[in-house]
C-alpha cells in the first residue's frame, strides 16, 4: 500500500512541476497581409491561399484589365482596382499596413514577344509605380515577376556577344530602385517543368527583404527539382472534352497536308528546323539572294539539299495541296523542332502549335509555353487544341478554380499568368526562413 502511495505521490508531483513549468502550445497561425498589384487573375493569390501554416489575406488587388478583374473577384470575393497610376496610398486604408507586395508586372517590353525595349517604353514605367507605393509604407517582403530576358534587355549584340553573362541596364535599373528603397534581393530562374509540371516556361522571381530584417539570409528553395512528369495528370480523356476543341477545317486540312509530306521522308532524314514552300527549288541570283535576310538565308542554304533530293515529291505535294498552302502564310511553313525521322513517325505523334513563324511540331514531354496572344497548343495524339482547363493546370490552378466564360479570355488570362507552383515555391521558401518576423 505504502508502495503505491508513493508511486501515486511522484506521479503528481510530475504532472504538477511540468504543467507550472511548460509554456501552452499555441494553435494561432500567424496572420499576414499582402496586396497583389498586376494581379491577372490571382496566381500570387493561389500561392498564398496554399500555405499551411499561415493565416493568409488579400487587403487590395489591381488590375487594369476588366476581364481580368472579373475573374478575380469571382474567384476571391474581392474587388480589384482598375488603375494603379490612380491609387493615393494615403487616402487607401488598406495600404496603410501590410506585410509582403506582390507584382507580375508587365512583361511586354522584355520578352522574346515583344521589342524588348528597355524602361523608355510606357510600360516597363509601370515597375516605378511599384516603387512609389512601397516609399509610403515598406512591407517585410515584395515577391516580383518577370520573363527572364528582363536579365539582358537593354545590351547591344556587340555587348551581348563579349560578355553574354553581364547584366543589362534595365535590370541594373531594377536592383538600384530596390536597393535605394530598403531591400535586399535575391534571385530565382524557374520553369515549371523542373517541377514536375509538363510547360517550359522559364521566368525570374525577386524576391525582396526589407534590410532591417535581412540579416545576411539566404534562401534555399523548399520543393526539390524532378525529371518526372506525369503529363496524364494535366491532359483531359478525350471522352470528356467538348468537341468544339478538335481541330477542323483549313487548321486540319493544312496539319494533313504537312503529315502526309513527314510521310515522304526516309526513316533518320535530318529535317531542318523549318521549312518554307516559298523557297521549295526557288531559283535566286547571288545578288538576289545577298539581298535576303540573314535568318532567311540560313534556311535556305541548311534545306538547298534536302529540296533538291526530294525535288520531284515537292513538286507533286505542292500542287496537290496548292490551295490551302497559299490560304494563310503559316499553312506554308513548318517548324519541325524532333529531330530526325522516326520509323512510322507522325506530325500527331507530338505537341503543335500555330506561330506567324508557322506550324510549330514539338517533343510531347512538355506542353509549348503558354502565351497571351492566341497560339493554343494543339495535342496531337487526339487532333484537338488543349482547353482552357489544361491550361489552368499548366499554370498550376486547382480544378475548383471558377474560369472566364470566354475561351479567348481564358487562353489569354491563363497565358499572362504567373506560375502558381513555382510562386508558391518561392515564396514558401522565404516565410519558412522568415517565420520568426510573424510570430
Not at 510530475?14 to 504543467?19: A, G, M, Q, S
Not at 482596382?81 to 508586372?105: H, M, N, R, S
Not at 506525369?230 to 491532359?235: A, D, I, K, S, T
Not at 509530306?261 to 523549318?274: A, G, Q
Amino acid at each position: 500500500m505504502i508502495l503505491y502511495l508513493n508511486i501515486f505521490t511522484d506521479y503528481i508531483y510530475i504532472y504538477t512541476y511540468i504543467h507550472m513549468n511548460s509554456k501552452p502550445i499555441s494553435n494561432t497561425k500567424p496572420s499576414i497581409k499582402f496586396i497583389d498589384l498586376f494581379c491577372g487573375i490571382g496566381g500570387f493569390h493561389q500561392a498564398f491561399n496554399k500555405l499551411e501554416n499561415f493565416n493568409t489575406e488579400c487587403v487590395f488587388a489591381c488590375d487594369k484589365d476588366k476581364h481580368c478583374r472579373a475573374t478575380y473577384t469571382k474567384n476571391y470575393t474581392i474587388p480589384v482596382d482598375p488603375d494603379i497610376k490612380k491609387i493615393k496610398p494615403e487616402t487607401i486604408p488598406a495600404l496603410q499596413q501590410y506585410d509582403i507586395l506582390c507584382a507580375g508586372f508587365p512583361c511586354q517590353p522584355f520578352s522574346n514577344a515583344g521589342k524588348k525595349s528597355t524602361f523608355k517604353h510606357h510600360k516597363g514605367l509601370l515597375f516605378d509605380e511599384i516603387m512609389r507605393l512601397i516609399e509610403h509604407h515598406k512591407p517585410k517582403f515584395m515577391f516580383l515577376e518577370n520573363v527572364k530576358h528582363i536579365l539582358k534587355v537593354g545590351k547591344t549584340k556587340e555587348e551581348q556577344k563579349q560578355n553574354p553573362k553581364k547584366r543589362g541596364p534595365v535590370i541594373d535599373y531594377v536592383l538600384k530602385r530596390l536597393d535605394d528603397n530598403g531591400y535586399r534581393v535575391q534571385i530565382f530562374q524557374m520553369s515549371p517543368h523542373e517541377y514536375g509540371i509538363p510547360q517550359q516556361r522559364e521566368r525570374v522571381y525577386f524576391v525582396c527583404v526589407h534590410k532591417s530584417i535581412h540579416k545576411g539570409k539566404r534562401i534555399e528553395l523548399t520543393i526539390p527539382k524532378t525529371d518526372v512528369i506525369h503529363l496524364e495528370n494535366f491532359v483531359q480523356q478525350k471522352k470528356d472534352v467538348d468537341p468544339k476543341y478538335f481541330a477542323t477545317g483549313d487548321v486540319l486540312t493544312a496539319l494533313n497536308a504537312w503529315e502526309e509530306m513527314i510521310k515522304i521522308f526516309k526513316v533518320d532524314e535530318k529535317i531542318s528546323p523549318t521549312i518554307m514552300v516559298s523557297e521549295f527549288n526557288k531559283p535566286y541570283t547571288d545578288e538576289e539572294f545577298l539581298k535576303l535576310a540573314k535568318w532567311r538565308q540560313d534556311y535556305i542554304t541548311k534545306n538547298k539539299p534536302l529540296y533538291q533530293k526530294y525535288k520531284p515529291q515537292w513538286d507533286a505535294w505542292c500542287k496537290k495541296h496548292e490551295k490551302i498552302l497559299k490560304r494563310r502564310e503559316i499553312y506554308a511553313k513548318l517548324e519541325w523542332q524532333v529531330g530526325k525521322i522516326k520509323e512510322n513517325d507522325s506530325i500527331f505523334n507530338y505537341f503543335i502549335q500555330l506561330r506567324q513563324s508557322g506550324i510549330r511540331v514539338k517533343k510531347r514531354k512538355y506542353f509549348p509555353t503558354l502565351v497571351a496572344m492566341t497560339q493554343t497548343p494543339i495535342y496531337g495524339k487526339d487532333k484537338r487544341h488543349i482547353t482552357p482547363r489544361e491550361c489552368a493546370r499548366l499554370q498550376s490552378f486547382p480544378d475548383s478554380f471558377i474560369m472566364h466564360e470566354d475561351d479567348k479570355q481564358c487562353y489569354k488570362q491563363f497565358g499572362n499568368s504567373v506560375n502558381v507552383e513555382n510562386v508558391y515555391n518561392v515564396i514558401l521558401s522565404t516565410l519558412q526562413e522568415y517565420a520568426h518576423v510573424f510570430v
